[in-house]
């Protein structure tokens, strides 16, 4: 496993971490918007991300 705080080339950058249940505010779903695209993130029963478009 890599670590979360290094990118592909090696230097030291920090990445923002987002609690699941945060994005979904409690819930189990939350829609995410990049580039004028929405994206679905479903936290499934089992405990389980779905990222889906």
Do not use: E, F, W
Not at 14 to 37: E, Y
């Amino acid at each position: 496993m890599t670590d979360p705080d290094t990118s592909s080339t090696g230097a030291q950058q920090r990445c923002p971490v987002h609690a699941a249940t945060d994005l979904t505010d409690g819930g189990t779903q939350a829609q995410i918007l990049l580039n004028g695209q929405v994206y679905y993130l479903r936290i499934t029963r089992a405990g389980k991300l779905i990222l889906t478009k």
